[in-house]
Structure formats: structure tokens, C-alpha cells
């Protein structure tokens, strides 16, 4: 099974340690990160101007198709609060691929613990302002990263997904695992 995951998420959620975490355990995936490909061609000083914000994402999307024409999965790091940018990183017109958006789900007194350590205070109410909700008909899987035990089963369930032959990629059924909050 060929595999597109977008994992979305404020700073701070878990994103890149799930990521990080799926690539060593999965040999057949591959990371895309938009933070990292961002700071490879611009540098971390400079916040981004739209047309860089453009280039790096149409290379993210040119890479994840080389991949996946490659016969190797994808897991998409990146913050994508918007709508549009996650159907731009899931859709792809290499044929026999499952996209799933992996929400990453934190509170906020946890985000912004998280982000505080990192430096980043006020990262998670600023991404508060712009973040989306998921709509429209994209398979989706909540992942709840609250505490390490969370994170575990999440993690847990995701894998046993990913693993499955058989794909129950019915709303119903995706809401039964993890409800929306």
C-alpha cells in the first residue's frame, strides 16, 4: 500500500516526532518537511514572504509525487492550518495512493507548555488565529498527544491502520476510533 499522510497541527503538537518516529519504524516512508525545506533555502531569520511560501510547498509536492511514483510512502510534516493547503499536499495524481490527514490534538495548556520550553510563547494563539477545521471528504485520523500515553496509543492505532489490509475509509468508521473535538 502506498501511503500520502499530512500530519496537521499547531506548534508544538507532536508533528515531527510522529514523523520522525514513522520513518524509523517504517522503512518504506519517507519525511517531507516544510519547516526544514523553508530553513534549507531561506534561513530561520527571515520570516517567509508568499512567493518563497509558493516555492516550498510546490517542491514539497514535486518530491512527494517523485516518492510515491518510487513506490515509497510519504508522511508530510507540516503545520498546514488551512484547508487548502492540506488538500494541496494530500492530492496527487499518482494513481493508487491513501491519503489520510493526521490531526494532531493537544490542549492548549499543553501546547503551550510545550511551545514555552521551545521559545516559541504565543506560537500556538497565533496559529490559533488562521487554523481551520477539516472538511470536505478527506479521511482523517485524530491523533490525541496530551501526555506520552496518549501519544502511544495514538500511535498504536495509527500503525495497526496503516498495516491493515483492509481500509475502512468510512467517515462512520473513523469517527468510532477518534471523534472529532
Not at 514539497?60 to 487548502?84: E, F, G, H, M, Q
Not at 496527487?92 to 503551550?112: A, Q
Amino acid at each position: 500500500m502506498l501511503w500520502n499522510l499530512v500530519l496537521s497541527g499547531y506548534p508544538g503538537s507532536g508533528k515531527t516526532v510522529l514523523a520522525k518516529r514513522l520513518i524509523s519504524e517504517h522503512p518504506d516512508f519517507v519525511r517531507l518537511s516544510v519547516d526544514d525545506l523553508r530553513r534549507m533555502y531561506f534561513g530561520a531569520s527571515q520570516p517567509p514572504r508568499e512567493r518563497d511560501e509558493e516555492f516550498v510547498y510546490n517542491t514539497i509536492t514535486a518530491l512527494r509525487d517523485s516518492i510515491l511514483r518510487s513506490r515509497r510512502s510519504v508522511v508530510i510534516d507540516s503545520t498546514a492550518p488551512k484547508n487548502s493547503t492540506r488538500d494541496f499536499l494530500l492530492n496527487t495524481k499518482v494513481p493508487g495512493v491513501i491519503k489520510l490527514l493526521v490531526v494532531m490534538i493537544v490542549g492548549k495548556s499543553e501546547l503551550e507548555g510545550r511551545n514555552q520550553e521551545r521559545g516559541v510563547e504565543g506560537a500556538a494563539a497565533a496559529w490559533g488565529k488562521i487554523w481551520e477545521n477539516p472538511l470536505g471528504e478527506t479521511h482523517i485520523v485524530n491523533f490525541r498527544n496530551n501526555s506520552l500515553a496518549e501519544f502511544e496509543t495514538s500511535y498504536y492505532v495509527l500503525t495497526e491502520l496503516l498495516a491493515s489490509k483492509f481500509h475502512p475509509f468510512k467517515r462512520k468508521f473513523l469517527r468510532h476510533i477518534y471523534p472529532r473535538i
